[in-house]
């Protein structure tokens, strides 16, 4: 049977258990089709209950769009109905394809899950909130990939079993944040237990393979909401804070400082990621300025550099052991995002 449903709203299109012959030979193929944000139905055994899974909301983001046109193409019948969103549809069909977070004049669609809902990244966002809130399902994950290389893990505003449960059917690492940013996550937690996935890196097949992986044991268990049933024990990051280079700073990215900038950073760094690093293992280097180019901020804004690292002859150091993740070696998101977060070892706040 191939139902392919007509638009009933301009902004989303609908696809309802769509056969592998309307999919494309490859995800490429699929996402060349589509001509809008879209929704995918899938019904399942138990056709009284539903899952969701958002995915693509950032264009260059994949893993998800892959994982869900390869368990389309083989056809599961999923446990329970299944609603997918697919949001930047837009921004990923830009050529070169799925290169784009956003479109270079519109707004980052994962901050615009709040009111006023403006422009048309709102339009959309306020759609799909309307999909869930028709649905009703029984959860939600919205499927991302980070913009390193790093490992996989997921993101919380919310921690108890149901959302460790979730967590564990794609990765070990749970980080539960205060900040409150405009994510879908935020906004469909009042409704429906949420968890953001970072599959790793948009470009490492290990991250794609992760999310197929998820989405399998997502789609095929009768429940996913049960700690008992989980994969494995859930390790828990409370409000990371932060780390930022000022506006003015500069930063390379090299094996030791050539004295031009503020901050030096080893190449390799990311290698540190959700590793502990210890109060006598430098981090990199800083320059004449000192820890004034950095700035370290909590969940509730506030500041404070000691508690984070200190400086010895001219080295970067931890203040007390901790946990950094989602580093990035690359300057320019280093500048314009963040250099890192991180907390304490224990997995607690720094401050
Ligand atoms: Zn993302």
């Known amino acids: 049977m191939d139902i392919v449903a007509v638009s009933n709203s301009n902004v989303l299109d609908y696809l309802n258990d769509p056969s592998p012959r309307t999919l494309g ?10 001509q809008k944000p879209t929704i995918i139905r899938v019904a399942g055994r138990d056709r009284s209950r539903t899952r969701a899974m958002a995915t693509l909301l950032h264009g260059n983001e994949p893993s998800g769009l892959f994982a869900l046109h390869r368990w389309l193409l083989e056809q599961h019948t999923p ?47 306020k759609a799909m909130l309307a999909e869930l809130h028709k649905a009703k399902p029984e959860c939600l994950l919205d ?33 539960m944040t205060d900040l409150r940013l405009g994510a879908l ?16 890196g948009s470009q490492d097949d290990q991250a794609h393979q992760l999310a197929y992986e998820g989405l399998v044991r997502y789609a095929s ?10 994969e494995w024990d859930v390790e828990v990051l409370r409000n990371p804070i932060r780390v930022e ?34 109060p006598n293992e430098p981090l990199g280097w800083i320059g004449k300025k000192g820890l004034s180019v950095l700035n370290a901020i909590g969940h509730n804004r506030t500041e404070n550099m ?33 250099l890192f977060y991180a907390v304490k070892a224990t997995g607690e706040p720094i401050f």
């Open 306 to 338: 000691g508690q984070v690292f200190q400086v010895r002859e001219g080295q970067i150091f931890p203040a007390q052991a901790i946990k950094a993740f989602m580093i990035t070696t690359n300057p320019v998101i280093a500048k314009s995002d963040c």
């Open 245 to 278: 280079l000022v506006p003015e700073a500069t930063i390379e990215y090299l094996t030791e400082p050539s004295g031009r900038a503020d901050l030096t950073l080893p190449p390799d760094i990311e290698h540190r990621n959700f590793g502990i690093v210890s």
């Open 143 to 175: 499927v991302h990939n980070t913009s390193g290389t790093g490992p996989s893990f997921a993101v919380t505003i919310t921690n108890d079993a149901a959302h460790q449960a979730l967590t564990s059917l794609f990765t070990d690492r749970l980080i």
């Open 185 to 200: 996550m935020e906004y469909s937690e009042q409704e429906v237990p949420t968890v953001t996935i970072e599959c790793g």
């Open 79 to 125: 446990d329970v109905n299944m609603l997918f969103l697919l949001g930047g549809v837009y921004p990923a069909k830009i050529p070169p394809m799925l290169s784009l977070r956003q479109l270079s004049e519109g707004r980052d669609l994962n901050r615009c899950f709040k009111e006023p809902f403006e422009g048309e990244e709102g339009a959309i966002a």
């Open 221 to 230: 268990r009768p429940d996913v909401l049960s700690l008992e049933k989980a």
């Open 25 to 34: 030979r490859s995800a490429l193929e699929w996402l060349d089709q589509l």
